[in-house]
């Protein structure tokens, strides 16, 4: 099989593997077509790959976020210590809150995987 074929092919070819590791390179004795087995692996590779699209959104948003927490601040409009200090206070602030939901959130994932 090759690296380039899109989810129907890879699909079919573990349906084919799937039978014939049941049913021998004959698929002697084998009622069903590897046709209607790729279509229920195809179904779990969807849902699994938009998963991975779902997770891949929130780490880019959690890093977007972080990043512009992380960016100094112009330093020709912060010019008091305390609104310096006030500034760095309210941006650890939001890292904080965004970390935390982070974790909540990855831990809701990993119990609906069932790996908590």
């Keep these: 099989m090759s690296t380039d074929a899109g989810p129907d092919q890879h699909a079919l070819f573990l349906a084919e593997e799937v039978l014939r590791t049941i049913y021998g390179d004959d698929y002697k004795g084998c009622t069903v077509r590897p046709e209607d087995i790729s279509a229920v692996i195809r179904q779990g590779l969807e849902r699994q790959q938009a998963q991975s699209r779902d997770l891949i959104e929130l780490y880019e948003k959690v890093v977007e976020a972080a990043h512009l927490l992380s960016t ?13 200090r006030s500034l760095l206070s309210e941006r650890l602030d939001g890292i904080h809150a965004i970390t935390t939901k982070t974790m909540e959130t990855t831990s809701r994932v990993r119990k609906n995987l069932g790996k908590d």
């Design 72 to 84: 100094p601040p112009d330093a020709s409009k912060v010019t008091e210590p305390g609104t310096l």
